[in-house]
C-alpha cells in the first residue's frame, strides 16, 4: 500500500495582510504572494524509496506537507492507492523537520503514541522496548525530551514514527543534528528497514549523497517556484558506493551541477 | 562567608531584620504616640494575644474559606471557557468582545451589586473573588492554548487523536506551564480583592478585622492583620510555585 500520485500540484501562499486577487482571472498569482510549488508532477511506486533534492527553500517541505494532508494545495491532487487525499491520517507518519516530540511526555509515552490502540498491553510495551532499542535510546526511556541531545531526539521521533508501522513514512530531513557516525547509522537503518518492510517512502534531504545511496527514486526539484528538474529511478545494487559504481559517480556530478555546484571544483 | 550568604533563607532573614530595625526606630522616635504607631514588640506581644484566643484563627480560616471557594469556581470555569476560546474560533469572536469589555472593570466596582444582589455575608465576597480571578484566568488560559505550537496538533492528527485526546494529551499539558503562572498571579489578585470585600461586605475575616480594629483605635490589631495577611499571600503564592515543578510540568521552564 502507498502508491502515489501527485497531479498537477501548485501552492501559493498569500500575504493575508494585502489580500488582492484578480476577478477575472483566479488561478493568477498577483501581489502579494508567494508561488512555491508550480505545476508538480510525480508518481511514486508502492514500495519505493523515493528521495527528494533540492535547494533550500524550494518547497521541499511544503510538498511533503501536502502530500501528508496538513496542508492544502491551491490547485491539483494528491491521489493515494486511488483515493484523493483529504487529511492526515495514522496511514502516513510524518517526522517533522523541527522537534515534534511531544515536551510533556517521557520517551516512552512518545513511543507508545503509536501503539495506544493495541488491546495487549505486554505486547505493546514490548514493541516500545524494541523500538527504543532499534534507535539505541535504552536508559533513556523514562526521560523527558529536555533532558535529550539534539540528535537522541532525533532518534526518539524515528523510533516513534517507526512503532507505528505506517503504509507511508514521510520524513524531512530526518538527519539533521545528527553527527556523522549516528548519521550513517540512521541511514543504513532506514534503507534496512525499508528493504525489509518495504514501505513507501519519502525522505526530503539537502543531501546529495543521501538521496543517491538510499533513494529507490530521485527527485530533483528547481529553485522557487519548484518544478521537478528530474525524477529517476536508481537501480543500483546495495550496497552502493560512489568509488564502486562509476556510473552512480557520474549521476551525482549531474545532481551537483543540477543544482548549481560544480562538483568537480 | 559565601556560605552563609548562599544559605536560602539567610538573605531574605536580613532584610525582615532590616524591616524590624527600622520599624523601631520610626516608632520610637517619630514623635506618634504609641496608639498611632505602634512598635514590633507591642505588635508582636499583641499577635499572641489574637492568636491565644482564637480570634485570628477564625478570622483568617474565614477569608482562606472565601478565596478558596472564589478561586476554585474561576478555575472550574475560567479554564474549560479559556480552552474553548483558544480552540474554536467561532466562540473566540463571539465571546471575547464581551470578555475584554468586562475585564478592566474592577471588581470593586461590583461592590454596590453584589452587595444588592447576595445580602451581607460570604456570597458577595465569593462572588468578588470569582470575578477578581474568573477573567485574568479567561484570557491568560485563552493565550496559552493559542501559543502551543501547532507542530503537536500536526502530531495528534497524525496519531489520529479523538478530540477528547486532542484535550487531555495536547492542549492541558501544552498550557500548563503558563496557566501555573497565571494561577500564581490570580491568586495574589484573589487575596488582595478579599481583604477590600471584607472591609464592607461581611463581618468576619482578615478585613473586617483590620476594619473593625481601625474603628477601635488599636493599630496594633491593624498591623496584625496586615502582618498575617502578608504571610499568608507568600504562602500561596509559594503552594502556586510549587505546582511548576510537577515533572510532566516541568518542560515548559526548560524548553522555552
Ligand atoms: N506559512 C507560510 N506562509 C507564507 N510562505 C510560506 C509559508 N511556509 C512556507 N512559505 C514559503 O514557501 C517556501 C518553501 O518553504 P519550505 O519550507 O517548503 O522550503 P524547504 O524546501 O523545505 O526549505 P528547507 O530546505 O530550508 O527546509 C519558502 O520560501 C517560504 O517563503
Ligand atoms: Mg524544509
Known sequence: MGHIVIKNLRKEYIDRRHKRRSKDEPNECIGDCVLVLDNINLEFCEGEMVTILGPSGCGKSTLLRIIAGFDKPTAGSVVINGETLTGPSSDHIFVFQHNALLPWMTVQENVALGLRGMEDKEMMKEQIQEHIELVELEGFENHYPYQLSGGMQRRAELARALAVNPDTLFMDEPFTGLDFLAHMKMREEVVNMHEYFEKTILVVTHDIDDALIMGDRIVVLSGRPAHVKLSEKLDFPRPRSFVKNTELSKLRDEVYLMLGVNYAV | ?256
Not at chain 2, 474561576?74 to 474554536?88: C, K, M, T
Request: net charge positive.
Open chain 2, 1 to 256: 562567608m559565601m556560605n552563609i550568604i548562599n544559605r536560602p533563607f539567610f538573605l531574605p532573614f536580613i532584610a525582615f531584620s532590616l524591616i524590624l530595625a527600622v520599624w523601631e526606630i520610626l516608632a520610637r522616635y517619630s514623635g506618634w504616640s504609641i496608639h498611632v504607631f505602634p512598635g514590633p514588640m507591642q505588635v508582636f506581644i499583641s499577635l499572641w494575644e489574637l492568636i491565644a484566643n482564637g480570634t485570628l484563627l477564625r478570622h483568617t480560616v474565614a477569608s482562606l474559606f472565601r478565596v478558596t471557594v472564589g478561586f476554585y469556581l474561576a478555575i472550574l470555569l475560567g479554564i474549560p471557557l479559556g480552552i474553548l476560546l483558544g480552540r474554536l474560533k467561532l466562540v473566540r469572536v463571539f465571546l471575547n468582545p464581551v470578555i475584554q469589555f468586562l475585564r478592566p472593570i474592577s471588581p470593586l466596582a461590583w461592590i454596590p451589586l453584589s452587595m444588592l444582589w447576595f445580602g451581607i455575608g460570604d456570597k458577595p465576597a465569593v462572588f468578588l473573588i470569582f470575578l477578581a480571578s474568573f477573567f485574568p484566568l479567561v484570557v491568560s488560559t485563552t493565550v496559552a492554548v493559542q501559543s502551543i505550537n501547532p507542530v503537536y496538533f500536526h502530531v495528534a492528527a497524525n496519531f489520529n487523536f479523538t478530540r477528547y485526546e486532542v484535550v487531555t494529551k495536547i492542549v492541558i499539558p501544552g498550557m500548563l506551564p503558563s496557566v501555573i503562572t497565571a494561577l500564581r498571579i490570580t491568586i495574589t489578585i484573589a487575596w488582595l480583592v478579599v481583604v477590600a470585600a471584607e472591609m464592607i461586605a461581611v463581618k468576619s475575616g482578615l478585613g473586617y478585622l483590620i476594619l473593625d480594629s481601625r474603628n477601635a483605635l488599636t493599630m496594633d490589631y491593624v498591623m496584625d492583620g496586615m502582618i498575617v495577611i502578608g504571610v499568608i499571600g507568600l504562602l500561596l503564592d509559594h503552594a502556586m510555585m510549587r505546582l511548576s515543578r510537577i515533572e510532566s510540568v516541568f518542560w515548559g521552564t526548560r524548553s522555552r
